[in-house]
């Protein structure tokens, strides 16, 4: 069981990545990666609410859903409740931590229609995960999304002192940067 675990949570992280290698989740990857504060906080957001959401949807389709019957619904249902716990983590953030909540900006929000979201959720299910298989895919899929968001913060701090020709400067060259990570992280795939 927790070899099985560990084999998720390594294959969810990096040889599966979801923004690397699903292109899942490019909207908040590619617009809060300007610094790793800023990647970090959106990190831990995307980490709490795809574990959250996992455990939560992993409960409803277990014990709500399949015994009546309603797996149809199971998008809708799991779209509501990424909804309502992004509104709870910006009602969190905005009251606790208003530096980063204003940091986020637009992109907090955005973790509502973040796909990755919902592509873990979808995936649990497709993939005939229990609920704690669920929420150990949910929390290393998650751990991706931060590993890269944070290493590509990271490269972009670092070329604001580079000499880039005009014609690459701005989302060109990160998304040239964005593409080297993914082959990159290619080399993790003879892990498992």
């Known amino acids: 069981m927790i070899k099985d675990l560990l084999i998720i949570l390594i294959s969810s992280s990096l040889v599966s990545n979801v923004v690397l290698s699903q292109f899942l989740g490019l909207c908040p990857f ?3 990666s300007r610094k790793t504060s ?3 906080g959106m990190g831990s957001a995307v980490i709490f609410v795809i574990t959250l959401a996992s455990a939560v949807a992993g409960v409803i389709y277990k014990y709500i859903l399949t015994p009546f019957d309603l797996t149809y619904l199971q998008t809708i249902v799991f779209i509501l409740v990424i909804a309502a716990l992004v509104q709870f983590v910006e ?3 905005k009251k606790f931590m208003k530096p980063l909540y204003q940091a986020l900006g637009v992109y907090l929000p955005l973790i ?3 796909c990755a979201v919902l592509g873990v959720a979808l995936t649990n299910v497709q993939k005939n995960y229990g609920i704690l298989t669920g929420i150990v895919n ?3 899929t998650a751990l991706g999304f931060t590993i890269s968001i ?3 913060a990271g490269i972009r701090e670092k070329m604001e002192f580079n000499d880039i020709p005009e014609s690459f400067k701005g989302m ?3 998304l040239i940067t964005a593409g080297l990570m993914a082959i990159a992280f290619c080399g993790f795939s003879g892990l498992l």
Do not use: E, H, K, S
């Open 172 to 174: 060109p060259i990160v």
């Open 91 to 93: 009602m969190f953030l």
């Open 138 to 140: 949910g929390f290393a």
């Open 38 to 40: 800023t990647a970090a």
């Open 150 to 152: 944070v290493i590509l």
């Open 30 to 32: 590619l617009g809060v």
């Open 112 to 114: 509502t229609t973040n």
